[in-house]
């Protein structure tokens, strides 16, 4: 019993033990197996795995990321427009020592008799009328030649007056703006100095692949020079602010701040330029926005050139090819961009593209959808020809066209003249009864409009609203529920079970395919 009770050492003895060396020699009493006290003696040292770093990307590209700020100027009030009854005293009249003369000439600017203190007051104002310079917006860009051109974002540079670059190394230096690009958040700002700067080219994105590495470096919440990393989650992104939209999705870290900066993969290439996160709490949630360097290339090389971007145009207003709008047509599968309405005078109209055409084809390849055909037509060069295949009545046919420039503002199509209104039979308002609907004749005589929608029709879950106008039916016009009919009939008869009815509303003019039935 007592060798037992020497070998097993009590937990007091333990805990006063206070050293390794004290500890291992507790153990070595209690007979353990010496392997075990080697442990306690020797210092920890884990093999890490191997994992990339980024440190040599950082180190070569950082010195081609600048911060930006801009300063906007503040509209400053004309005083003279303001007048004060201090019980029938003006201001001048007030006394010297008066509080609200005091407050006036701190808060208000200066007052009569100022002297140089009204100079200096104007000095701040800048340019009559023109206000103070005041910070606006911080943001991030990067230098893409060595004589100091920088690539940021529109909404950074937006309604600026003044422009610094801040460089990596601490220095400022004044920036002016060269160009900016509304459609693709895309600004160009110049600094003129004698230096080279170090800078930065563009990747090659179609060689970019969901899970490859990326570096994000910019100016977050104003922490110049911070560097995140993580991977594209998805590439093509549409994310509802234009229809160039052709985003890289990444998770590397991007906040407020980071607008304009740049996106890199290991090489040091630009893959994209950060524009936008998607951040329910404000923060980042692991979902950022690059502008593909594809897109930024382009743009960036035109306002290089002329100051802005000079876009090809079609001139036709479209929507997507949904699988109910194809089997109306007799479309094989759902792809293409519909025609909704050609514009007025565009190359469209001129080409004799019609309301209803489905556009397949542009050049020989194939259209994937309305933001495949935008961005395709913006590429090309205007004045150059373009051939566009269409589908058309059941059949494929192609037209030639000159590519006209893309306007800064275009116009509403010419309404069409009116017409006298036929009458309206009652086996027509039967058929429409049966789709939910029922129809009267537009005022104008172009169309019919819908009086009531059934809410528990097809009609209604397509959303078709009462009060909206039915100008056609299977690209064919209608001024009656007959003419709907008698269209619908005849789609029957060619086997189809839906029909495409072009709505117009105040929003805008739509296309929907409505079940028919058969028999």
């Known amino acids: 019993m007592s060798t037992n009770r020497t070998l097993r050492p009590s937990l007091k003895t333990v805990l006063k033990t206070s050293t390794v060396a004290g500890l291992a020699a507790v153990l070595l009493t209690t007979g353990l197996p010496a392997q075990i006290t080697q442990s306690f003696a020797e210092a920890v040292n884990v093999q890490a795995p191997a994992v990339p770093s980024f440190a040599n990307v950082v180190d070569a590209v950082s010195p081609a990321v600048v911060s930006v700020r801009v300063q906007s100027r503040e509209r400053a009030t004309d005083e003279s427009n303001f007048t004060f009854d201090f019980g029938g005293r003006g201001f001048e009249d007030l006394p010297d020592d008066h509080p609200l003369k005091r407050f006036f000439r701190e808060f208000g600017g200066p007052g009569p008799g100022d002297g140089d203190r009204a100079e200096r007051w104007r000095d701040r104002r800048g340019p009559q009328g023109e206000g103070r310079l005041r910070p606006r917006a911080q943001g991030s860009g990067f230098f893409i030649t060595e004589d100091g051109y920088i690539v940021t974002n529109n909404h950074v540079v937006s309604d600026g007056s003044a422009f610094t670059v801040i460089l990596n ?35 090659d994105d179609s060689k970019v692949r969901v899970g490859d590495w990326v570096v994000a470096v910019g100016n977050p919440f104003g922490l110049g020079g911070t560097v995140t990393a993580g991977i594209v989650s998805a590439r093509g992104r549409d994310i509802g602010s234009g229809p160039y939209d052709d985003y890289l999705q990444v998770d590397a870290a991007v906040n407020r701040g980071n607008s304009g900066g740049p996106t890199f993969n290991l090489s040091g290439e630009v893959v994209g330029i950060n524009t936008a996160i998607f951040s329910p709490s404000g923060g980042n949630v692991g979902i950022a926005f690059a502008i593909s360097s594809s897109v930024a290339k382009d743009v960036v090389d035109d306002l290089i050139k002329d100051g802005k971007v000079s876009r090809g145009w079609l001139g036709v207003q479209i929507q997507p090819v949904t699988q109910d709008i194809a089997e109306s047509l007799g479309l094989s599968e759902a792809s293409g961009a519909l025609v909704v309405e050609p514009q007025a005078g565009s190359p469209g109209e001129k080409a004799g593209i019609k309301k209803g055409d489905i556009v397949t084809a542009l050049n020989g390849e194939p259209v994937k959808d309305p933001r495949d055909l935008a961005r395709r037509v913006a590429a090309l060069r205007p004045g150059s020809s373009a ?133």
Not at 389 to 400: A, F, H, I, M
Not at 448 to 460: E, G, K, L, N
Request: proline share 4%; charged share 30%; hydrophobic share 35%.
């Open 169 to 203: 190394d601490g220095t400022e230096l004044d920036a002016k703006l060269v160009g900016k690009d509304n459609r693709t958040d895309l600004a160009v700002l110049k600094v003129d100095s004698n230096r080279k700067f170090t800078y930065v080219t563009f990747a």
């Open 387 to 519: 051939e566009i295949t269409l589908w058309r009545g059941g059949k494929s046919e192609t037209v030639k066209f000159e590519i006209g420039t893309l306007p800064s503002e275009t116009s509403d199509a010419a309404p069409a003249t009116p017409d006298e209104q036929p009458e309206q039979g009652q086996a027509g308002e039967e058929a429409l009864a049966d789709l939910g609907l029922a129809v009267t004749p537009a005022e104008d005589g172009t169309g019919v409009m819908i009086a009531s929608v059934d809410p528990d029709s097809d009609a209604a879950d397509r959303g078709l609203k009462e009060g909206e106008k039915i100008v056609s039916v299977n690209n064919q016009e209608v001024k009656s529920a007959d003419d709907i009919l008698k269209v619908i009939n005849n789609a029957k008869k060619d086997g189809r079970s839906k029909a495409l009815f072009q709505i117009e509303a105040s929003e805008g003019s739509r296309f929907v395919a409505l079940p028919i039935g058969q028999g």
